[in-house]
């Protein structure tokens, strides 16, 4: 069953914006990652955030983690046309071994 | 780091028939992931194969409709059997600690369109 709720399900905003997504969980964790999807294609590793972790940075990612509200922020700054994608949270599945659990994801869409 | 080939990229498929969907990794790896993506909808596993053992499958699918082949470490097969309209979707297989530990690596995803 699907862990994540991201919001929001869309997001517009023009090259230069920040885009910003939220994803909530449901149960305990020992990391958070986020996804990107081009276009139907297979999906992109981002980041990951471990659960002691409150705050990580790669380039124009900035990710956060509330283990306390089981939520997590993906912020994108200086956004680009070519950041135009689906974003995902994934969670791991306990007791599943290694297979994550996705969220609905957030269709970032970023003009010109 | 690691390529994951699938294929066919897309197909059309008839109702009722088979079709198989290779994955072929250039590395050994332990778990490989099958998923399905559904049209505007988000990934939901379908099983875990494993080398040498019987694929794990998920709730609500089941060996019948989606056989799994895991013959060596670096290749997997999935078949979506007598397929329905409802089976149109991307089938994504994927492994785990390739690109880190716990991360997933894709492969580009097989679009499938059932008429």
């Known amino acids: 069953s699907q862990q994540g709720e991201e919001d929001p399900q869309a997001l517009s905003i023009q090259e230069g914006e920040n885009a910003t997504m939220n994803c909530s969980y449901k149960t305990s964790i020992n990391n958070l990652q986020w996804y990107r999807q081009n276009s139907g294609r297979g999906l992109v590793h981002l980041i990951l955030i471990r659960s002691n972790e409150r705050e990580k940075h790669s380039g124009r990612l900035r990710v956060t983690l509330d283990t306390s509200k089981k939520s997590s922020s993906l912020l994108i700054t200086a956004s680009r046309a070519a950041d135009t994608a689906s974003y995902f949270c994934?969670?791991?599945?306990?007791?599943?071994?290694?297979?994550?659990?996705f969220g609905k994801g957030t269709s970032l869409l970023v003009t010109p | 780091s690691a390529v994951i080939s699938q294929k066919p990229s897309r197909d059309i498929c008839q109702r009722g028939t088979s079709l198989t969907i290779q994955c072929q990794v250039d590395s050994q790896v332990t778990m490989m992931f099958w998923y399905r993506q559904q049209p505007g909808q988000s990934l939901t596993l379908i099983a875990t194969?494993?080398?040498?053992?019987?694929?794990?499958?998920e709730s609500g699918f089941v060996i019948d409709k989606f056989p799994i082949s895991r013959p060596n470490l670096t290749f997997s097969t999935l078949t979506v059997s007598n397929m329905s309209p409802e089976d149109s979707s991307i089938y994504l297989c994927s492994v785990e600690g390739i690109s880190g530990a716990n991360v997933l690596t894709f492969g580009a995803g097989s679009r499938l369109t059932v008429l």
């Open positions: 194969a494993n080398q040498g053992s019987e694929a794990t499958y």
């Open positions: 994934a969670t791991g599945r306990l007791n599943s071994g290694y297979a994550l659990n």
